[in-house]
């Protein structure tokens, strides 16, 4: 993974459709999903990694 994108396309595969309009409020719902999914052990610690890396450069580049 290496974008916003990514996360996204991850997240369909699941069936989770996340947009709110606002790209932080997005990024902070994705996270919250992205947790459901490893807790739930249908991915694995790298992808949380990875995601997590991704959604939190996102959230913050966004409140700047």
Not at 17 to 28: K, P
Not at 49 to 62: D, W, Y
Request: charged share 30%; net charge positive; hydrophobic share 40%.
């Amino acid at each position: 993974m290496k974008n916003m994108y990514d996360v996204r396309q991850l997240l369909k595969r699941y069936n989770i459709f996340i947009y709110t309009g606002n790209r932080s409020g997005d990024a902070e719902l994705m996270e919250l999903e992205i947790r459901s999914l490893y807790d739930a052990q249908l991915i694995d610690v790298t992808s949380l990694q990875q995601a997590l890396l991704i959604l939190r450069k996102e959230a913050a580049s966004t409140k700047k």
